[in-house]
């Protein structure tokens, strides 16, 4: 098991990879220039988890020499679950995703409606969706409920 909890010296590596997987991922649906490129910047998002010392508690890296991955977990949600996007497709995210469930007792997540391929990796590791779904705030897009 390569998974550990996140410190304040993973922050950069966290922000980074948040951030790539946003302008990956989300810029497509929302196309939001000035939120992806110009909000969503690595030096405010690590500052941002430096500042405030609960901030990584619920945070958990996928770290074998490298962090490649984090989960993010509040209770029994999963907040986050993201791989850089150079290491996908190693079975990154399943571990994180099989730490969150055995250790943390995860049991349900949101994800973006227009999220395929976020929909089809929950699917695969037992997920299922729910008939739950709520506007994603300040949008016209949907989160949709996935349990496990």
Same mark, same amino acid.
């Given at each position: 098991?390569?998974?550990?909890?996140?410190?304040a010296g993973?922050v950069?590596?966290?922000?980074?990879?948040?951030?790539?997987?946003?302008?990956?991922?989300?810029?497509?649906?929302?196309?939001?220039?000035?939120?992806?490129?110009?909000?969503?910047?690595?030096v405010?998002?690590?500052?941002?988890?430096?500042?405030?010392?609960a901030?990584?508690?619920?945070?958990?890296?996928?770290?074998?020499?490298?962090?490649?991955?984090?989960?993010?977990?509040?209770?029994?949600?999963i907040?986050?679950?993201?791989?850089?996007?150079?290491?996908?497709? /190693?079975g990154?995210?399943?571990?994180?995703?099989?730490?969150? %469930?055995?250790q943390k007792?995860?049991?349900? *997540?949101?994800? !973006? =409606?227009?999220?395929v391929?976020?929909?089809?990796?929950y699917q /695969?590791?037992?997920?299922?969706?729910?008939q739950?779904?709520? %506007?994603?705030?300040?949008?016209?897009e949907? *989160?949709?409920k !996935? =349990?496990?």
């Amino acid at each position: 098991m390569h998974i550990r909890q996140a410190c304040a010296g993973d922050v950069s590596r966290i922000a980074e990879i948040l951030v790539f997987n946003n302008r990956l991922n989300f810029f497509p649906i929302f196309k939001d220039e000035q939120f992806s490129f110009g909000e969503m910047q690595v030096v405010p998002i690590a500052q941002a988890y430096l500042s405030d010392s609960a901030a990584l508690g619920g945070v958990y890296v996928y770290d074998d020499g490298l962090v490649r991955g984090f989960v993010q977990i509040c209770g029994s949600e999963i907040k986050k679950l993201y791989v850089d996007p150079f290491f996908q497709n /190693r079975g990154v995210g399943a571990e994180l995703l099989d730490y969150a %469930l055995a250790q943390k007792h995860a049991a349900f *997540l949101w994800a !973006l =409606e227009k999220n395929v391929r976020a929909l089809r990796f929950y699917q /695969r590791h037992g997920f299922r969706l729910t008939q739950e779904r709520v %506007l994603e705030e300040g949008t016209t897009e949907y *989160l949709v409920k !996935l =349990e496990h």
